[in-house]
């Protein structure tokens, strides 16, 4: 189970911080994403990580190109939250923020994305709206 929290609507430029707690299992054992859908189109992957599988394995994280360098991804394990920090939004990112929870596997073969595709994750929450005004 994924609850969100951390929406709202700033002015362009402007930040925000989502959050996701999770319940009902260990976040360690997961990928965990976030992925946004704007009015009219589809659900994209806007930040996802995997943690390390083994002691010779590293956490893998993907940014999808728009938000390298504003939006970080983070995990708080104690908490068993995951969180989105939004940085320098700008109006065309108005969407509806999902997180979400997947196999813990990072998809080599998949050089586009390493996985961060919404048929990779099967647990979501139930989404956050962010509005961004010009």
């Known amino acids: 189970h994924l609850v969100e929290s951390g929406g709202g609507s700033v002015q362009s430029g402007g930040s925000l911080k989502l959050s996701c707690v999770v319940s009902g299992d260990r976040m360690d054992f997961y990928a965990i994403g976030w992925f946004r859908q704007a009015p009219g189109k589809g659900r994209e992957g806007v930040s996802c990580?995997?943690?390390?599988?083994?002691?010779?394995?590293?956490?893998?994280?993907y940014y999808t190109e728009s938000v390298k360098g504003r939006f970080t991804i983070s995990r708080d394990f104690d908490k068993n939250t995951e969180y989105l920090q939004l940085n320098n939004l700008q109006p065309e990112e108005t969407a509806v923020y999902y997180c979400?929870?997947?196999?813990?596997?990072?998809?080599?073969?998949?050089?586009?994305?390493?996985?961060?595709?919404?048929?990779?994750?099967?647990?979501w929450g139930q989404g956050n709206q962010v509005t961004v005004s010009a």
């Open positions: 990580v995997w943690p390390p599988l083994d002691g010779t394995s590293s956490t893998k994280t």
């Open positions: 979400a929870l997947g196999p813990p596997y990072y998809s080599a073969h998949d050089s586009a994305t390493g996985g961060c595709r919404t048929d990779y994750f099967g647990s």
